[in-house]
């Protein structure tokens, strides 16, 4: 297990959480709901450095936290008749059905019909939901990343989903495996694109670098345009390290 030695800093004004560990680059993530910063620095790093650091991203800092202040904020899931919910970008009014039978997800045209057993309990309601959404990605995946692979001139590689706090997507280069967010399937189908070619792009080159943005830029021209999308899309439960 890897040792990380946590502490605390202010710069400029900002609370900071710092992360020390054995990892070789500095990263900087703005977390949602209220916009705390979250350090991960290199073992060996000094304070020093970590300010200098820091002070040069305070701009984009301020921005990230500002996006978050002005997200559309979805109130505590109940799981009741009424609610709104996104699938894939657009909004759906939930109807919770009770009846005798299997539980399933009916998508109409403006709501998401989720058919229960009578007494099915809030989390029993959730995970009836989030099985749909799970299945939905897995579809929507599959059909993405033939074309994104063939297209980078990438072999085959490992994919899996699952629901993350702080990262839309990670990458496991040596072990050639890439992991997407379940919260993805509510977002625009442009930022799950967007969001699987930046993880596969970092099986050619794992680091935030002059070489990635021209990789992104040379793949998928528009991916700060995608970016921008996801940050400022409701639901945004998660934030992106850079």
Same mark, same amino acid.
């Given at each position: 297990?890897?040792? !990380? =030695?946590?502490?605390?800093? &202010?710069? /400029?004004? +900002?609370?900071?959480?710092?992360?020390?560990?054995?990892?070789?680059?500095?990263?900087?993530?703005?977390?949602?709901?209220?916009?705390?910063?979250?350090?991960?620095?290199?073992?060996?790093?000094?304070?020093?450095?970590?300010?200098?650091?820091?002070?040069?991203?305070?701009?984009?800092?301020?921005?990230?936290?500002?996006?978050?202040?002005?997200?559309?904020?979805?109130?505590?899931?109940e799981m009741v008749s009424g609610e709104s919910h996104y699938f894939f970008g657009r909004r759906f009014r939930l109807e919770v059905i009770e009846r005798r039978g299997r539980h399933?997800?009916?998508?109409?045209?403006?709501?998401?019909?989720?058919? !229960? =057993?009578?007494?099915?309990? &809030?989390? /029993?309601? +959730?995970?009836?939901?989030?099985?749909?959404?799970?299945a939905e990605l897995k579809s929507a995946i599959g059909e993405l990343i033939p074309y994104w692979l063939d297209?980078?001139?990438?072999?085959?590689?490992?994919?899996?989903?699952?629901?993350?706090?702080?990262?839309?997507?990670?990458?496991?280069?040596?072990?050639?495996?890439i992991w997407l967010n379940l919260e993805l399937a509510q977002k625009p189908p442009e930022c799950l694109e967007y969001i699987l070619v930046h993880e596969l792009v970092h099986l050619l080159e794992r680091h935030h670098n002059d070489r990635f943005k021209l990789l992104m830029d040379k793949y998928l021209p528009d991916w700060r345009e995608r970016r921008e999308l996801l940050n400022r899309s409701p639901l945004a439960n998660a934030s992106w390290r850079y």
């Open positions: 297990m890897t040792s !990380v =030695n946590t502490s605390r800093m &202010q710069v /400029g004004g +900002l609370e900071l959480t710092i992360n020390r560990k054995a990892i070789k680059n500095l990263h900087i993530s703005v977390l949602p709901p209220d916009g705390a910063v979250r350090v991960s620095a290199p073992a060996h790093l000094s304070d020093n450095a970590i300010r200098r650091a820091i002070v040069q991203r305070i701009p984009w800092i301020r921005q990230q936290q500002r996006s978050f202040a002005r997200q559309p904020r979805q109130s505590e899931r399933e997800v009916r998508q109409s045209k403006s709501k998401l019909q989720l058919l !229960v =057993n009578p007494g099915t309990s &809030q989390e /029993g309601r +959730l995970q009836v939901l989030d099985t749909w959404y799970r297209k980078i001139g990438l072999g085959e590689c490992e994919w899996r989903i699952k629901r993350m706090k702080t990262m839309w997507g990670s990458c496991n280069a040596t072990a050639r495996r």
